[in-house]
């Protein structure tokens, strides 16, 4: 084999591995090694949530809300982010908006408060990632859960564990 051939070669494999490389997808499920997160905190005023490891701060983020923040979720379709203390109960890795983590909403006083009106309370209610439309272009555009940009959601859905307390603040 001449030295042009060996070039030749050498040059082809170099740019098929470059090509390989090009076409690898970073994933969306990270690891995470870190203090165990103990709580999660969504304050609805200042549109802020916060990862605990118990009084310690490890993550803020700035969020979206449901398109009508103001006040506790009570019926569907209110567009309305619940208030109170809940639990992070699920997981959807397959979320129309990219990750998700599902809260425990409705509780039984949610249940009761919205069938005593002859309406239903709603339900899934996630903490997720941005929508694939534009919708997300104008703040506070959920039905009721809790937004964050999708590189973020990427570390929640591996910091946060299923069984996880989250309180929802006015």
């Known amino acids: 084999m001449d030295d042009s051939m060996k070039i030749t070669r050498r040059f082809t494999l170099l740019a098929g591995a470059a090509a390989l490389a090009g076409c690898a997808q970073q994933s969306k499920f990270r690891t995470y090694n870190g203090p165990e997160v103990t709580r999660v905190v969504v304050d609805k005023g200042t549109r802020e949530m916060f990862l605990l490891h118990h009084r310690r701060t490890l993550k803020r983020y700035k969020v979206d809300l449901g398109f009508a923040p103001d006040g506790h979720k009570q019926f569907e379709g209110d ?3 619940p208030e109170g203390d809940y639990i ?3 997981r959807n890795p397959n979320s129309a908006f990219y990750l998700s983590l599902g809260i425990s909403y409705p509780n039984a006083y949610d249940i009761a408060y919205a069938e005593a009106h002859g309406l239903s309370p709603g339900g899934d209610i996630f903490i997720h990632g941005e929508a694939t439309t534009l ?11 809790i937004a964050v940009k999708n590189r973020e959601m990427e570390d929640v859905y591996a910091m946060v564990r299923d069984g996880t307390p989250i309180t929802l603040a006015a």
């Open 79 to 81: 567009g309305r982010t």
């Open 88 to 90: 992070i109960d699920r």
């Open 135 to 145: 919708g997300f272009l104008k703040p506070d555009w959920t039905a009721g859960c």
